[in-house]
């Protein structure tokens, strides 16, 4: 059974920076291409960025880009999200995903990652 376990959330003002890393287990890690996605209260689930099994593709969403960057180490079976420049309406449950044999440009699809984290909470203050 695979599990991906969000850290790093919490509470930070705005243009301030947070890390949140994805631990994952129970996969073979470095065969999955990894993706960030969030939900704020009362709105749909929104892609943020993603990374293919060996980081030598990434994409973000227009809100993010320039202020949030995406990594992987597959040694340790980690992904990481740093997001700098935090905004208020960043305010969302984070979460991590994990899916194999994703096109590129089928990244920002959710429907195409297998398994989910149990997110974690990120809240921007004004």
């Known amino acids: 059974q695979a599990h991906l376990v969000e850290s790093g959330g919490g509470l930070v003002q705005a243009g301030g920076s947070l890390r949140l890393s994805c631990a994952a287990s129970?996969?073979?890690?470095?065969?999955?291409?990894m993706g960030w996605f969030r939900q704020a209260p009362g709105k749909e689930r929104e892609f943020v960025g993603a990374i293919s099994w060996s980081a030598s593709r990434k994409v973000y969403s227009d809100s993010v880009k320039g202020r949030f960057a995406i990594s992987r180490d597959n040694a340790k079976n980690t992904v990481s999200l740093q997001m700098n420049s935090l905004k208020p309406e960043d305010t969302a449950v984070y979460y991590c995903?994990?899916?194999?044999?994703?096109?590129?440009?089928?990244?920002?699809?959710?429907?195409?990652?297998?398994?989910w984290g149990q997110g974690t909470q990120v809240t921007v203050s004004s």
């Open positions: 129970g996969l073979t890690f470095s065969n999955y291409a």
């Open positions: 995903a994990a899916g194999t044999s994703i096109d590129y440009n089928d990244y920002a699809s959710g429907g195409k990652y297998t398994y």
